[in-house]
């Protein structure tokens, strides 16, 4: 589904990705890991376009993207969309109205039909009963379900995410990991996931690729991952623990 080769991209003489080579399969969920800084969601503006790569290439659905036109791109953007890091919901809209946005202005589906789509989109998510609030009166949680319940609307089949579960509680966090497995599960949909939270990428990742200063390091397997000698990867997963230690110790004194 999605195949990145020797991608290179540089920023102001500084190389934001250096030569980043991986693909992801059909159905699969890819998980790329790595501190901030590390090039994972430049990878992201990569596979939707948004940016091109000063070398390398990138393809798509088996299509090489990177020298299309913004109007060549299009068929292969519709059938991706991305849940981003902090939701992009619009303010003034409410929740129907925020999931119905790219149905409105990029389909010809009748208004009946959106109407329906955004119930079952809702349904999903477990947010039926919010059609007519605003995303300031809901929790972060809730609003990181509505951003899927959007990126779900068209029936895509790739999904990209970004920090998914970044700044939510354990028990949010855990509600939007179920929903990227389901999605795998009963839509058959390829995922991308860039995150730092180890816990989230075993959760939900067929393979996963560790990058650290815009190259990756290791791709493989979880247990790959967990069993590898490379002093970066040992480094990564210790710190990752030491984190989650001091958090399990400060939250038992609270």
Request: with cysteine; aromatic share 6%.
């Amino acid at each position: 589904m999605i195949r990145v080769e020797h991608v290179t991209v540089e920023v102001e003489e500084r190389k934001i990705l250096d030569d980043v080579s991986f693909e992801v399969r059909k159905g699969e969920t890819k998980v790329i890991l790595g501190p901030s800084g590390a090039g994972k969601s430049s990878l992201l503006k990569i596979i939707l376009g948004l940016w091109k790569p000063n070398s390398g290439s990138v393809s798509v659905h088996g299509v090489e993207i990177t020298h299309l036109s913004e109007r060549e791109k299009m068929p292969i953007r519709r059938r991706m969309s991305m849940v981003f890091q902090g939701n992009a919901l619009f303010d003034s809209l409410t929740v129907a109205e925020n999931v119905a946005f790219f149905l409105q202005e990029h389909s010809e589906m009748a208004e009946e039909e959106i109407r329906k789509r955004i119930e079952d989109c809702l349904e999903f998510v477990n947010l039926s009963e919010t059609q007519d609030l605003l995303p300031e009166e809901l929790s972060g949680g809730m609003k990181k379900r509505v951003a899927i319940a959007r990126a779900i609307s068209f029936n895509p089949e790739i999904i990209l995410y970004d920090e998914p579960t970044t700044g939510l509680d354990p028990l949010n966090a855990k509600i939007i990991t179920g929903l990227i497995i389901r999605l795998k599960k009963e839509r058959a949909v390829t995922s991308v996931v860039v995150t730092h939270i180890l816990r989230d990428a075993f959760a939900v990742g067929d393979s996963l690729a560790l990058m650290s200063e815009g190259r990756v390091v290791f791709d493989g397997s979880a247990e790959g991952l967990l069993a590898s000698t490379d002093p970066f990867v040992e480094d990564f997963l210790s710190e990752i623990r030491e984190e989650a230690d001091l958090l399990t110790h400060q939250t038992g004194r609270g």
